[in-house]
């Protein structure tokens, strides 16, 4: 009988080449029918593609040498593949894939840092962020079943920081970039993991410096955002802090959605 569940999920890897065994013990564990990578930091050829292909994965990656890099990885088949954020397309820096998986535009994105308000690398993130919403805005419709997740280095709100005083007003909870954010829930897209944890505490990234993951000073900036027709299907949200314990983890923990299949 075919699974009753459809399941994704989104990790910033902070290196595939360093984290691949971690990876791909936990592709074999939760098995996500899609999980979306950011932060490969290698070119598409240097990808560890074999590893996850053995699991039953298939995989689509837009790399770049030492910097950024995003991967999809399912178990179904993915079309209409889309590698460039249209309104960016000179853009060198390798952060968005798109594609569609079991009949869901699955988008992937790893939003630009932007090292501090006011600098050419936090004007470029404003740019980055514009170009994203109105390719939804002019090309995408909200009533088709889409989920955008990733790395958004952008904090929803308060409940997302464990100290939001620090934070205010500097970068990952600028108003400039949470307006930006703020857009992309006006189109037409909800926050799948407040559906199901109204609470704050919840983090997805954690500094390595301070002690801050045992000390639970975090902030959660990975996010599965989705259209009415997902949300209305999800079961439930999560963010899995195991990875984190591990020995060398990712500053960051996978994310994961799950849903009914229509």
Request: proline residues 6%.
């Amino acid at each position: 009988m075919a699974d009753a569940t459809w399941t994704l999920a989104s990790w910033n890897v902070n290196s595939i080449k360093v984290r691949a065994p971690q990876v791909a013990d936990w592709l074999g564990e939760r098995r996500p029918d899609v999980l979306a990578l950011q932060e490969l930091k290698v070119t598409e050829a240097a990808f560890p593609r074999e590893a996850f292909e053995e699991l039953g994965y298939r995989v689509l990656v837009h790399g770049q040498k030492t910097w950024n890099g995003v991967a999809i990885l399912s178990r179904g088949e993915a079309e209409e593949v889309r590698r460039t954020l249209p309104g960016m397309e000179d853009d060198p820096q390798a952060r968005f894939l798109a594609a569609r998986v079991d009949g869901v535009l699955v988008v992937d994105v790893y939003v630009p840092n932007g090292q501090a308000v006011g600098t050419d690398k936090y004007d470029y993130k404003l740019r980055w962020l514009d170009a994203l919403a109105r390719w939804f805005e002019e090309e995408l419709d909200p009533a088709e079943p889409i989920a955008l997740l990733g790395d958004f280095n952008i904090a929803p709100d308060e409940r997302d920081l464990w100290d939001p005083e620090a934070f205010r007003g500097e970068v990952l909870f600028s108003e400039p970039e949470r307006a930006a954010l703020r857009r992309l829930i006006d189109w037409g897209l909800s926050d799948v993991f407040r559906r199901f944890h109204e609470d704050g505490g919840h983090y997805s990234w954690w500094d390595y410096r301070q002690a801050a993951f045992r000390r639970n000073m975090g902030a959660r900036i990975d996010l599965i955002l989705v259209t009415s027709p997902l949300l209305e299907r999800a079961l439930s949200a999560e963010i899995d802090r195991a990875p984190r314990k591990l020995p060398r983890p990712s500053d960051h923990a996978p994310v994961l959605a799950t849903f009914r299949r229509p």
